[in-house]
């Protein structure tokens, strides 16, 4: 880890004595980050540099098919989305470019990167086991897999396999199980449900608060944002497999489009967001955790403790997405 710090602190001194001053005077960004969330970096950019940003906010799915559409007639320059098997997904079909950089190289472990260096994961979000602290204890449970154990069956809750959040974690457990493997283990989670799926991680914590159920998985900013407005929450985070693959982990991360028209300020701008000053900006505001090692979590997510995350490169939720998919179709998984 020291290592690592000095290496991005010496590229990072290199750097800005060979810099110019020089930053385009627009950028186009189309996002499916919420823009309470992306607005406060733009305008924290435009005033550190003069470059005004212009945005579109949408979902990921139209916002791919609008770059597809717009080819080399589109104005956007970037392309900021949610999970990496939507940035996966982007990257194969031609819409984003490689871009080399050892600022986000210095700034961004390996695994939250495309190997192909079309995407970067600017925030880090943690998939993970939530129970109720009133009928479950800590030392009840252990691993993801044995979330389909006897004991917690007709106590399990799940959100919706349609989620793209959901896919990724199955794509993980195939990486780490086969399809067999994994299959085995979906089906174990769909024989113990309380309740049907549900649409949301939100709904599905104020279902086991309500006594639906004691436990679920869950992206650990639902679970902030919850406890933020109930102190008082009966609910607590648990890191699973610590003692082999680690907890799931995805990202919120952006990458340079094929046609963008201002390449060289996209990529500025890239690195400013993986940079000590603009990564609390990224992750606090949506209540994740930064990926630039060098940044200290906010206190109130390093409160939750700290885990062991796997360090399977995300690229992974994105190529065995499809068959992460056809998995949870076989396994009644809704």
Do not use: C
Not at 129 to 158: C, F, H, M, N
Not at 207 to 212: D, S
Not at 279 to 289: C, K
């Amino acid at each position: 880890m020291k290592k690592h710090h000095l290496f991005a602190a010496l590229v990072l001194t290199l750097l800005s004595l060979g810099a110019t001053n020089t930053f385009a005077k627009e950028l186009v960004i189309y996002s499916a980050r919420n823009e309470q969330l992306i607005k406060p970096l733009f305008d924290a950019y435009t005033k550190e540099t003069g470059t005004e940003i212009s945005f579109i906010t949408d979902k990921a799915g139209p916002l791919l098919q609008r770059l597809k559409s717009e080819g080399k007639n589109t104005r956007a320059d970037l392309l900021i989305t949610v999970d990496a098997g939507n940035l996966w997904h982007a990257a194969r079909e031609g819409v984003l470019q490689p871009v080399e950089s050892i600022i986000l190289q210095a700034n961004i472990l390996v695994h939250l990167r495309d190997p192909g260096n079309q995407w970067f994961g600017l925030s880090l979000r943690a998939r993970t086991i939530v129970y109720s602290t009133e009928r479950v204890k800590p030392a009840d449970l252990s691993t993801y897999e044995e979330l389909g154990a006897p004991q917690w069956k007709d106590r399990l809750l799940l959100r919706t396999s349609k989620k793209v959040y959901n896919q990724s974690l199955v794509a993980m457990l195939i990486a780490e199980h086969g399809e067999d493997g994994a299959e085995q283990v979906i089906r174990s989670w769909v024989a113990n449900l309380a309740a049907k799926p549900f649409s949301n991680d939100t709904k599905m914590m104020q279902a086991i608060l309500a006594g639906q159920g004691d436990v679920g998985i869950v992206n650990t900013y639902y679970f902030g944002r919850l406890l933020k407005k109930n102190p008082e929450l009966k609910l607590a985070l648990f890191w699973p497999n610590q003692k082999s693959t680690g907890v799931h982990v995805n990202i919120s991360g952006a990458g340079v489009t094929r046609y963008a028209k201002h390449t060289e300020a996209a990529i500025k701008f890239l690195e400013w967001l993986s940079s000590e000053k603009a990564q609390n900006l990224f992750a606090d505001g949506n209540m994740e955790y930064p990926v630039n090692q060098s940044v200290a979590t906010h206190p109130d997510v390093a409160a939750w403790g700290d885990f062991k995350a796997s360090k399977q490169n995300l690229a992974i939720a994105g190529q065995l997405q499809n068959s992460a998919i056809r998995l949870m179709d076989r396994a009644d998984y809704r």
